[in-house]
């Protein structure tokens, strides 16, 4: 059959190429996700700490209860 070397040789060529194949791809999502990721930090920084905090679309005020949380809900 075949030896290790040759597994090997064979393990190197599909890997080379399958990264010819999805390696533009990857980039391109590697850097999207980091220009997302520094848009985020960015954001944070200016925002301040007296900022209301956003979560899921919701505005959530920094003291008191979310609405619906009173006795009668």
Known sequence: MFGLSELAVILVVVIVV???RK???LARSAGKS????KAERNADADAGADAPRV???EV???D???RGA???A
Do not use: T, Y
Not at 34 to 37: F, P
């Open 18 to 20: 399958l990264a010819v």
């Open 34 to 37: 980091a220009r997302i990721l």
């Open 70 to 72: 009173g006795p009668g």
């Open 23 to 25: 390696g533009p791809a």
């Open 60 to 62: 959530i005020p920094p």
């Open 55 to 57: 979560v899921q679309g």
């Open 64 to 66: 008191g209860p979310p």
